[in-house]
Structure formats: structure tokens, C-alpha cells
């Protein structure tokens, strides 16, 4: 109990109270007593106190730790491989080389929908499945499996991965159609999704496509990729880079390369050149290859632009342009367009357009002559003129039209 403390009012706490900083200062009342304020806790107390509360707080678990050189798994996990055969399988389950296991992978059926008679499992740390079946503890698939069950559907649609769906959610337009796993896959069909069961457990549809169709009106994509430098034509860089320029260009959820169809030609522009490719099938692989030529300037590659491979009003006056001509055949086995010929504008017969034996002038003016005849005909204007050619000039025969 504090004796003898008086009490201030409030006029005389702005001007009588004085409080200094720091532990253990003194707060002057204005009285004849004053109060010492509590001590400051010590900052040894305080990291005391604050390693009690971290060691109360549960720290989030991760499924990932750095051991320094990479991330691993915090905990181990199990991976299963399959087989069809083995030889040297000893006691404990393992064969002592790569070369003791056949067919080794990690799809517990065969493309016939025939569950392979091996089944190892790894516990492992590693981020990734060990590829060395040496690695495993294998046993057989009829003893540790009591039920499993494989279908098959497939799609005749072309569309994109992206919009195909699966058999029990299909695209809009989709159709799948359900086959016997052993049964050949029909030589129309685009996409196969495959599932399976085993003691219960289902997995996601397996959807890859087993054929490529042919690119039709997507054009010539044209990409640039920045801050990279060109990769090698056909591997893993440059099929991901077509498909972000397949996206970028057409709008579309492009997945795999190969749904651009063959005949689908791409140049990207890397920091350090352009890369040019032309989709084919080579040995029944879909195969990037360089065109044989190229004309850089316009983008115009060999072997892309063909009668059959332009549809129906796909090309229209407002698509084609040149400043200079546009030539149909060669020497003097032409017919012109041109625009930098300062008479003749349309031309046939004659590489020099004043020497051509059909010629259509700036102004309108049409002549029509044959080399191996004497006369010439001249439309200008509202008249019709026909002439009589010969060495020293030509002579005005018929007038017809306007003969003032």
C-alpha cells in the first residue's frame, strides 16, 4: 500500500509530471513521494521467454528437404516398375543384372491389356523412380494382385487434347467409342485412352494419340523467343517452343507438337538466328525437317503452298500485295501484274511489258497483236482502233466508236 500520495488534477499533470526515459526511472508526482517504475525485463529473459514460445509453436510439415545439393523427398516414398519376365530372380526378390528383366516399365499392362506377371516396389528418397530394375524387390503379379481390370476407348475426332475430354467426360462433339484392349485399333482413330484397376484402385485415363493429322488453314507460324539461342531441330526445346508458338499464334490449347499435322511449317526467331521447320512423316515418325528452300523475306518455304492445300475463298484480293510484280511462268512465257512499270499495269507474252503482245496500260489502253500476224488491235478509250503493221510503222485501218 502507497501512503501519502496526494491527487494531481488534471491542469497540473501536463505541467508538474516528468517522466525520464530508460529502466528504473523515476516518475515525479509533484508530491513528496514517487513511484519507481517496474525495472525493464532483461533482454536474457526475453530471448528465454521467446525460445519457450517457439519451442510450443508445430512447425509445418513439407514434403520436400534440401540436403544441400538438391531437393529430396522429406520422407520415403514408394515406387512400383512391372516386367514380363525375369531370369536369376533370387530368394529376396532381386536379380543381379539390368539384363535379368524384361520389358521393364512402369505400366502394370501390356498394349493388349494383359497384366505383366512382375511387379517390383523401391523405397527410395530420390525425387524420381530408379530406371535400374536391380534396384526392385520383385514377386509375382498372381500372388500379390487378386482382381484388375484394363478398357480401352477411342476417338475419331482431330480436335486438341485440350478439348477431347476422357470417355466419362467428353468434349463438346466428342464421341469414344470402347474397345477390346487386344482388339487392333482402328486405322481412323486419333486418340486411344486407356485405364485400368487393380484390386479396387483406379487410375486417370491414359489419353496419347496415334495419329497425326494433316495441318489445315493455320498458315505459317511465325514466333519470336527472346533471351534464348537457337535449339537443335526435333528435341525437347524446340517441340515445347512450337507449341507455345502454335498457342500464341492460332489462340488454342496446343499440347503436343504433333497436333499441328503434317505439312504445318514453323519459324521461330531465337537472340542468335531463325529456326525453320516443316512437319513430315519420316519411317511413320512425325519428323521436323528444314525446308529445301526458303525465301526468308516474304516467309515463303518450299513445298508449303499447294492447290490442294488452299481452301475455298481462303484467298482474296485483300490478301495479296506487292509493290513490284506478281509473275505467272518464266522468259517470255509470262503473264504480269505489274506495279512498278510506269505504262503497262497487266502484260502476256513478252517479258518487256512495250513489247508484250497483250498489254494493258496505266490509263486503260488496250493493245492486242500476234507476232506472226500484220495486224494490231488498240482499245483506248471509247474507240476501237485496228492497224496494219509492218517495219517503217503501223497504218490506221478501221476506227470504230468515237470518230470525232
Request: aromatic fraction near 8%; include cysteine; charge should be neutral.
Amino acid at each position: 500500500m502507497i501512503k501519502n500520495m496526494r491527487a494531481i488534477p488534471p491542469w497540473e499533470k501536463k505541467n508538474n509530471q516528468r517522466q525520464t526515459q530508460g529502466p528504473g526511472s523515476l516518475i515525479d508526482r509533484g508530491g513528496s513521494n514517487t513511484i519507481k517504475a517496474m525495472p525493464a525485463t532483461p533482454p536474457i529473459e526475453i530471448e528465454k521467454r521467446l525460445k519457450k514460445l517457439e519451442t510450443g509453436v508445430k512447425q509445418l510439415s513439407t514434403p520436400v528437404v534440401n540436403d544441400g545439393k538438391s531437393w529430396i523427398p522429406a520422407t520415403e516414398v514408394l515406387y512400383i516398375a512391372y516386367a514380363s519376365a525375369l531370369s536369376n530372380l533370387g530368394t529376396d526378390g532381386r536379380i543381379p543384372n539390368q539384363s535379368d528383366c524384361t520389358n521393364f516399365g512402369y505400366l502394370p499392362f501390356t498394349n493388349a491389356g494383359v497384366l505383366y506377371p512382375f511387379r517390383g516396389r523401391l523405397v527410395s528418397k530420390s525425387v524420381y523412380p530408379s530406371g535400374d530394375s536391380t534396384d526392385y524387390i520383385w514377386e509375382s503379379t498372381s500372388t500379390t494382385i487378386t482382381s484388375s481390370n484394363y478398357v480401352r476407348h477411342y476417338s475419331k475426332n482431330d480436335a486438341l487434347l485440350s478439348a477431347i475430354g476422357d470417355p466419362d467426360n467428353p468434349g463438346s462433339g466428342i464421341t469414344w467409342t470402347s474397345i477390346a484392349p487386344a482388339t487392333a485399333i482402328p486405322g481412323t482413330a486419333y486418340w486411344v485412352a486407356d485405364k485400368f484397376t487393380i484390386d479396387g484402385a483406379s487410375s486417370s485415363w491414359q489419353i496419347y494419340p496415334v495419329k497425326t493429322g494433316v495441318s489445315t488453314n493455320i498458315g505459317i507460324i511465325s514466333h519470336t523467343k527472346s533471351g534464348y539461342n537457337k535449339p537443335t531441330l526435333n528435341d525437347a526445346t524446340w517441340k515445347a517452343d512450337v507449341i507455345l508458338a502454335a498457342t500464341a499464334n492460332t489462340g488454342l490449347a496446343y499440347s503436343l507438337h504433333t497436333e499441328l499435322g503434317f505439312g504445318a511449317v514453323v519459324v521461330i526467331t531465337y537472340d542468335n538466328g531463325k529456326l525453320f521447320g516443316i512437319l513430315r512423316e519420316v519411317g511413320g515418325t512425325a519428323t521436323w525437317q528444314v525446308p529445301a528452300d526458303i525465301v526468308d523475306g516474304d516467309l515463303v518455304v518450299d513445298g508449303t503452298i499447294a492447290t490442294d492445300k488452299i481452301s475455298a475463298n481462303a484467298i482474296t484480293g485483300a490478301k495479296i500485295s506487292s509493290g513490284t510484280t506478281i509473275t505467272a511462268g518464266t522468259g517470255n512465257n509470262v503473264g504480269v501484274l505489274d506495279g512498278a512499270d510506269s505504262t503497262y499495269r497487266i502484260y502476256a507474252g513478252h517479258a518487256t511489258p512495250a513489247s508484250a503482245p497483250f498489254r494493258v496500260a496505266q490509263d486503260g489502253t488496250v493493245t492486242i497483236e500476234q507476232a506472226t500476224s500484220t495486224g494490231k488491235l488498240v482499245i483506248e478509250g471509247d474507240v476501237i482502233k485496228v492497224y496494219t503493221t509492218s517495219a517503217s510503222g503501223d497504218t490506221l485501218r478501221v476506227k470504230l466508236g468515237n470518230l470525232s
